[in-house]
């Protein structure tokens, strides 16, 4: 599975702007998909996932202002980022948990996108 983020950007507080993550190959092996996000000289953060029923979860940080989506066949994860805070800034990636097996699974990554917010 291949995944290509998009969407990232330079914005003002308060901003919007939509993330999309582009899944290419075995797609329908992912069973679960998420972006994650890592500021400077931060560790790598979760901020949504969604699952194939369709639940989500989010970090406290950015619930009721981010939301994440994806259409039936997993070939598009989107995120749609509200009222953008300083403290978003970030390069955003996304992730597939792929299943290889009755036994186990394993994680894609994309490369990441930026995203700039500035007051």
């Known amino acids: 599975v291949r995944l290509v983020e998009s969407g990232g950007g330079s914005v003002q507080t308060a901003e919007s702007l939509r993330l999309s993550c582009a899944a290419s190959g075995s797609i329908f092996q992912i069973n679960a998909m998420g972006w994650y996000r890592q500021a400077p000289g931060k560790q790598r953060e979760l901020v949504a996932t969604i699952a194939s029923d369709g639940t989500t979860d989010y970090t406290d940080s950015v619930k009721g202002r981010f939301t994440i989506s994806r259409d039936n066949a997993w070939s598009t994860l989107l995120l749609q980022m509200n009222s953008l805070k300083t403290e978003d800034t970030a390069v955003y990636y996304c992730?597939?948990?792929?299943?290889?097996?009755?036994?186990?699974?394993?994680?894609?990554w994309g490369q990441g996108t930026l995203v700039t917010v500035s007051s």
């Open positions: 992730k597939a948990k792929v299943v290889v097996s009755i036994e186990g699974s394993i994680e894609e």
